[in-house]
């Protein structure tokens, strides 16, 4: 008898598969093992750019039964929509959270991430920035889980990315001495500050109200230390997710001398006093 499509690829090699078509499988027979039991208690992943959260976040998905809700806040078509709704024009560019108009991103997210809750979804996951609204009409629901990086070489993930997709220039001084470069050492303080762009002169207060805000968070995890995230996880939610490594794309190379090293050292200055708290509470 002749062999089915179905039968063909049951039996090909997992190598031969599209990589996205591996994620899916890995996702789907986590969901439906998953119907036994699942998460604890409903789940927002505030995902913090370049802290190894993709990889994560397809671990979480795998977590939640099939017949409850995963709601993804995808970065690029948050970002196309918000450009849409602005300014009518389809452009991932035009909105993209370290640029110009990335507010209208992050309000957009705001809103979906609102909706989301109020729906009653298991699981929300974005690029998300801290949210008084959502901690008062759903914190007692919600629990919240993040992942951090070493504040450094985060920054430099992140702008080998931005260069690599050709959203910012790969030249260094001009990263470190203009608005990218204060975003990119900024992040921990952005987010859990719940404010997208924090001069200067913003910063203590911001710092101030960033880490206050470490105590509304149920798990927080560290990229060199994955295994003890995971367990914590499992502490608060009752099930452990199973973490697949991907290729991590090819990225620009960044070299910093030693004086560029020190300013961006300088300039993640409230980002590791962030970083380093939460390693006090939560490591």
Known sequence: ??????????????????????????????????????????????????????????????????????????????RRAAAIMAFDRDQEALCHEDLEHGHL??????????????????????H???????????????????????????????????AGNGYCSPDVEAWLDGPIGRSHATVFLRYLGGQNVVSAAEEPEVLTRALSRLEDISVMGFLDDLPGFLNRFADTFGTKPQVHRYNQAAWPRITLTAGQRARLEAACAADTAIYEAARRKFA
């Open 105 to 126: 991103t992050f309000a957009l997210r705001e809103q979906l991430m609102l909706a989301h809750m109020a729906a009653g979804a298991q699981l929300i996951h974005g």
């Open 1 to 78: 008898m002749a062999e089915t499509p179905s039968e063909a690829k049951a039996r090909a090699p997992r190598q031969l598969l599209n990589p996205r078509t591996v994620r899916r499988l890995r996702i789907y027979s986590g969901r439906t093992r998953a119907m036994a039991g699942g998460l604890r208690h409903p789940c927002l992943f505030l995902h913090l750019p370049k802290c190894g959260g993709t990889s994560l976040s397809e671990a979480l998905y795998s977590t939640v039964p099939l017949h409850k809700t995963v709601a993804v806040l995808d970065a690029v078509s948050t």
């Open 128 to 162: 998300v920035l801290y949210s008084p609204l959502a901690r008062r009409h759903f914190g007692e629901r919600y629990r919240i889980v993040s992942l951090m990086r070493e504040p450094v070489s985060r920054a430099l993930s992140n702008f080998a990315m931005m």
